[in-house]
């Protein structure tokens, strides 16, 4: 294989400026680069020319780009077609899982969410038909502000080889890696080189209950059955959906915030990450100081305190509406009436079904009908989320004048206030609208009350009802898409989470 090294300086695709190599290993190196279109830090992926394995790369480069999940390191530029291939993506933000179990384990709670939304995230790759099959803690970026980033899915298994003749199992057992080792500080096998290893029974790892003191039971099931320790009457987890449902499940809930004045938009970080290749590539680079390299270390657990209060909204939205019936209503007495005087109050409404509602044409001639299939993961409490198919301007591309999702509550239902994270993206117009029919056409959505609205909306947004009004649909209806994530000319919106509060 002859040798390819850039130089700091040197300019690809005549935009990407190379300034500090990261990283080096088998032919193939990674850069801290400038886009000097948009200036703003990226990763660059280089190869040496040769490199046997170029194709499998960029394919699965190519394949990662096509996911939508914020959570997934972006991939913004795939070039092979030049004498000097290459691969652009986000730029790295956030300490890494090794980062932060540098100083030992995490707290059980926190650390049981960065794992669940890994798994979610993980879980939304396979159905799109891509594995990471690299999960360590390297692979794994969390922010003070509860940002989570994934890294190198697909890519790093393509640049080192690997593959597996199961993949979800295979990510699923890297899956319960994680969740072992942010429980523990311990990782559950002998081939992490800066995690001390867990100690074996047996041949296999230790529960995480039996080598530290604190771990909740469930979570010490969990992670038991993600790793196949064969100690528990449950069958192993065989997928990251699995973990993650069961993940969700035994989060303790974070208490919902309390509902806003209408329209008004709370604030959350909207920090992007990139490529981090992980310690074995790390290490190569000349510039690293011993074994380890440099590496930011936390302040102190007050850190984690701070993560812990700030953690993910939609993992927490989604434990707590598993965790949680309706609530009851209150009774009080009059003094001296000897009557009894009831007070229904708002209660968490949980829908029983979902499905895309685009209602301005037939289904025989729109059979797509706005990603139905996505639109599960908002009654299975999968922080994937739901999204609107794409389309070349915020009009719709003037095929329509709107569409949406529709909620069916199983009943009639009385909705007092909708709290609803949509995509980070600034631009989209939604109207909330209740009806008493799911029937896809414009005559169905027309004849339905538009209850709340919102302009140029992004992120958890609370929609509180001034004029109540009783069905048992409610339809979230955009009639403006926002900017598709790293996708120039292409519009989409994204629902992640919705929570509804009224009485039944």
Same mark, same amino acid.
């Given at each position: 294989?002859?040798?390819?090294?850039?130089?700091?300086?040197?300019?690809?695709?005549?935009?990407?400026?190379?300034?500090?190599?990261?990283?080096?290993?088998?032919?193939?190196?990674?850069?801290?680069?400038?886009?000097?279109?948009?200036?703003?830090?990226?990763?660059?992926?280089?190869?040496?020319?040769?490199?046997?394995?170029?194709?499998?790369? /960029?394919?699965?480069?190519?394949?990662?780009?096509?996911?939508?999940?914020?959570?997934?390191?972006?991939?913004?530029?795939?070039?092979?077609?030049? *004498?000097?291939?290459?691969?652009?993506?986000?730029?790295?933000?956030? *300490?890494?899982?090794? *980062?932060?179990?540098?100083?030992?384990?995490? *707290?059980?709670?926190?650390?049981?969410?960065?794992?669940?939304?890994?798994?979610?995230?993980?879980?939304?790759?396979?159905?799109?038909?891509?594995?990471?099959?690299?999960?360590?803690?390297?692979?794994?970026?969390? $922010?003070?502000?509860?940002?989570?980033?994934?890294?190198?899915?697909?890519?790093?298994?393509?640049?080192?080889?690997?593959?597996?003749?199961?993949?979800?199992?295979?990510?699923?057992?890297?899956?319960?890696?994680?969740?072992?080792?942010?429980?523990?500080?311990?990782?559950?096998?002998?081939?992490?080189?800066?995690?001390?290893?867990?100690?074996?029974?047996?041949?296999?790892?230790?529960?995480?209950?039996?080598?530290?003191?604190?771990?909740?039971?469930?979570?010490?099931?969990?992670?038991?059955?993600?790793?196949?320790?064969?100690?528990?009457?449950?069958?192993?987890?065989?997928?990251?959906?699995? !973990?993650?449902?069961?993940?969700?499940?035994?989060?303790?809930?974070?208490?919902?915030?309390?509902?806003?004045?209408?329209?008004?938009?709370?604030?959350?970080?909207?920090?992007?990450?990139?490529?981090?290749?992980?310690?074995?590539?790390?290490?190569?680079?000349?510039?690293?100081?011993?074994?380890?390299?440099?590496?930011?270390?936390?302040?102190?657990?007050? $850190?984690?305190?701070?993560?812990?209060?700030?953690?993910?909204?939609?993992?927490?939205?989604?434990?707590?509406? !598993?965790?949680?019936?309706?609530?009851?209503?209150?009774?009080?007495?009059?003094?001296?009436?000897?009557? $009894?005087?009831?007070?229904?109050?708002?209660?968490?409404?949980?829908?029983?079904?979902?499905?895309?509602?685009?209602?301005?044409?037939?289904?025989?001639?729109?059979?797509?009908?706005?990603?139905?299939?996505?639109?599960?993961?908002?009654?299975?409490?999968?922080?994937?989320?739901?999204?609107?198919?794409?389309?070349?301007?915020?009009?719709?591309?003037?095929?329509?004048?709107?569409?949406?999702?529709?909620?069916? /509550?199983?009943?009639?239902?009385?909705?007092?206030?909708?709290?609803? $994270?949509?995509?980070?993206?600034?631009?989209?117009?939604?109207?909330?609208?209740?009806?008493?029919?799911?029937?896809?056409?414009?005559?169905?959505?027309?004849?339905?009350?538009?209850?709340?609205?919102?302009?140029?909306?992004?992120?958890?947004?609370?929609?509180?009802?001034?004029?109540?009004?009783?069905?048992?649909?409610?339809?979230?209806?955009?009639?403006?898409?926002?900017?598709?994530?790293?996708?120039?000319?292409?519009?989409?919106?994204?629902?992640?989470?919705?929570?509804?509060?009224?009485?039944?």
């Amino acid at each position: 294989m002859s040798t390819f090294i850039s130089e700091p300086g040197t300019r690809l695709g005549g935009r990407y400026r190379l300034e500090d190599r990261l990283a080096a290993a088998g032919g193939w190196s990674a850069w801290k680069a400038i886009d000097e279109i948009l200036a703003r830090p990226v990763s660059v992926i280089t190869f040496a020319t040769g490199f046997p394995r170029l194709q499998q790369v /960029m394919t699965a480069a190519r394949a990662a780009s096509r996911l939508t999940d914020t959570r997934l390191t972006q991939v913004f530029d795939v070039e092979d077609g030049w *004498d000097q291939p290459y691969i652009v993506l986000e730029w790295p933000v956030g *300490d890494t899982l090794a *980062d932060l179990l540098a100083e030992g384990p995490l *707290d059980p709670s926190t650390g049981a969410r960065i794992v669940a939304g890994t798994a979610a995230a993980i879980s939304g790759a396979h159905a799109a038909g891509l594995a990471h099959l690299c999960l360590q803690p390297e692979a794994v970026r969390w $922010t003070a502000g509860g940002e989570l980033k994934i890294t190198g899915l697909g890519i790093d298994a393509a640049l080192a080889g690997i593959s597996a003749e199961d993949p979800e199992l295979a990510d699923t057992r890297g899956l319960g890696c994680l969740l072992y080792a942010v429980l523990t500080g311990l990782w559950p096998g002998a081939d992490h080189p800066d995690l001390p290893p867990a100690p074996m029974t047996d041949g296999q790892p230790r529960r995480p209950r039996q080598v530290r003191a604190g771990v909740p039971g469930s979570l010490d099931e969990i992670t038991s059955r993600a790793l196949d320790l064969g100690r528990g009457d449950e069958q192993p987890f065989s997928s990251p959906r699995e !973990l993650a449902q069961a993940l969700a499940a035994a989060i303790p809930p974070v208490p919902i915030p309390p509902a806003t004045v209408h329209g008004r938009r709370e604030e959350r970080s909207t920090q992007r990450y990139g490529y981090d290749p992980g310690p074995a590539a790390r290490r190569p680079a000349a510039a690293q100081d011993g074994p380890r390299g440099p590496r930011r270390r936390r302040a102190g657990r007050m $850190t984690l305190a701070a993560i812990v209060a700030v953690a993910v909204v939609g993992v927490a939205i989604a434990a707590f509406t !598993l965790r949680h019936s309706p609530g009851s209503a209150k009774t009080g007495q009059h003094g001296g009436s000897g009557h $009894t005087h009831v007070t229904v109050q708002a209660q968490v409404l949980a829908p029983v079904a979902a499905q895309g509602f685009d209602a301005l044409r037939t289904p025989a001639e729109d059979p797509s009908d706005e990603n139905s299939s996505l639109a599960a993961n908002l009654i299975d409490h999968n922080p994937a989320g739901w999204t609107t198919e794409w389309y070349d301007s915020p009009q719709f591309g003037g095929y329509k004048s709107g569409s949406g999702l529709i909620l069916d /509550m199983g009943k009639p239902v009385t909705i007092t206030s909708v709290l609803i $994270t949509f995509g980070s993206a600034p631009g989209a117009n939604v109207e909330l609208k209740v009806g008493d029919s799911s029937v896809r056409s414009a005559a169905n959505e027309q004849s339905m009350a538009t209850i709340a609205s919102g302009t140029d909306v992004s992120g958890p947004t609370t929609f509180t009802i001034a004029k109540p009004v009783t069905g048992r649909y409610l339809v979230i209806w955009f009639t403006q898409l926002p900017p598709m994530a790293h996708s120039r000319g292409k519009y989409q919106a994204e629902v992640l989470t919705i929570i509804i509060r009224g009485t039944a």
